[in-house]
């Protein structure tokens, strides 16, 4: 199944930057080039939301919210997904989830707080 852990979070004022990693263990490189990853999101009191999805195929998405602010990538060599957050507003603060996606199912990481305010 390996591990992920994320990495990266913190306090940040309106207008910051931060950028997020998730390093994958115990996970051969083939497997972390197929699979689909994903940053996800939860603030209090609302739903996990999708933020962006990179690999599996299909490129990155994005949420419209996030559009033109973050950006997914991610190093093979190093089995790492970034999220590069830029422009960041209060709205934008919540737990950040990696996830992996496989045909067995979605596999999340510990996640990493991220809270934007001044």
């Known amino acids: 199944q390996g591990q992920i852990v994320e990495s990266g979070g913190g306090l940040v004022e309106p207008g910051g930057s931060l950028r997020l990693s998730c390093r994958a263990s115990r996970i051969i490189l083939s497997v972390f080039n197929e699979n689909t990853w994903g940053w996800y999101r939860q603030a209090p009191g609302n739903q996990r939301e999708l933020v962006a999805t990179?690999?599996?195929?299909?490129?990155?998405n994005y949420a419209d919210s996030v559009k033109g602010r973050f950006t997914i990538s991610k190093d093979n060599t190093r089995k790492t997904v970034y999220l590069q957050m830029n422009s960041l507003k209060p709205e934008d603060t919540a737990v950040y989830y990696c996830s992996r996606q496989d045909a067995s199912g979605i596999f999340w990481g510990q996640g990493t707080q991220v809270t934007v305010s001044s």
């Open positions: 990179i690999g599996g195929g299909a490129g990155s």
